[in-house]
């Protein structure tokens, strides 16, 4: 039996002139864009799409993504697999990723399958979205809306990231994170977050202007120390003019007695000599 391919192969072609195309078309624009906004280093569309792997990756990551939704898993790894190789960024297949996602440099960048990420994200090299079990469940965190991650940064359970909010350089995230909030550290510590969020036409890439704070600790520390320093200096003042006064007591005591003492073999000798003449005295009588 002959089956006329052609209202096929028609209707096959036309869904993707009018449906897929454009749409794939504008994604790419979209991406590229996204890229001119996030990064002053950009200068061109062809720079852009030659020479920035955070954007390849994400281009690879879509095709493994299709394939993964379609059950075709090999297909899906394979297609991830060969975006490591070729970009030095691994994006697990399964994982979902919303719109104008940016990586930018990208190096060491590693996604896990059950990681979700929202829109607007943007991440630096070496940052890790990890899981902490080897059970198949949600594992990997979920990343929100116009979240920075720094380079080098952990971020690593089944726990939410609030939109908004900034993780700096190298910390280690382990536990949920409010939204507008700025975290940094071993574990990771929420250092400030903002009741409201001020409105702007892109995300804060300032990710390192965020308070420090050890270093805060350690000034107040020594503002303590100064303090205390001062205390100490006060009471060792008051002791010693406490002590001067007995002192000087002592002192004029023991001039007293030095002055006793010298003049009492004294008076002991001329009591003796009148002594001595008043028994003379008596025997020239006699």
């Not at 280093?41 to 299709?66: Q, T």
């Not at 510590?189 to 409201?196: A, K, L, T």
Request: charged share 25%.
């Amino acid at each position: 039996m002959l089956v006329n391919r052609q209202p096929l192969c028609r209707y096959f072609y036309s869904k993707w002139d009018v449906e897929v195309i454009p749409k794939v078309f504008a994604k790419i624009r979209e991406d590229i864009y996204s890229v001119f906004d996030r990064d002053p280093a950009a200068r061109s569309v062809l720079e852009i799409i030659f020479c920035y792997p955070g954007l390849h990756a994400v281009w690879f990551y879509r095709v493994a993504h299709w394939f993964w939704t379609h059950e075709l898993y090999f297909f899906g790894r394979f297609t991830s697999h060969m975006a490591r190789f070729l970009t030095g960024i691994e994006i697990h297949p399964g994982a979902k990723i919303g719109e104008k996602f940016f990586i930018d440099h990208g190096m060491g960048v590693v996604i896990g399958e059950t990681a979700e990420i929202g829109n607007n994200v943007t991440l630096y090299h070496g940052v890790t979205l990890g899981g902490v079990t080897w059970d198949k469940v949600k594992r990997h965190p979920t990343i929100d809306d116009n979240v920075v991650i720094g380079s080098g940064a952990k971020v690593l359970g089944p726990f939410t990231v609030g939109k908004d909010s900034k993780i700096g350089s190298n910390s280690v995230v382990v536990k949920e994170v409010p939204e507008n909030s700025s975290v940094v550290g071993i574990p990771g510590r929420v250092v400030m977050q903002q009741e409201q969020k001020v409105e702007k036409a892109r995300p804060d890439l300032e990710h390192g202007k965020m308070p420090d704070p050890e270093a805060k600790a350690i000034s107040c520390l020594f503002d303590q120390i100064r303090a205390l320093e001062k205390k100490v200096e006060d009471l060792t003042g008051r002791l010693e003019k406490a002590e001067s006064k007995p002192a000087a007591k002592r002192a004029t005591a023991k001039s007293t007695a030095a002055k006793a003492t010298v003049k009492a073999p004294a008076k002991k000798a001329a009591t003796k000599a009148t002594a001595t003449r008043t028994r003379k005295a008596e025997k020239s009588e006699a």
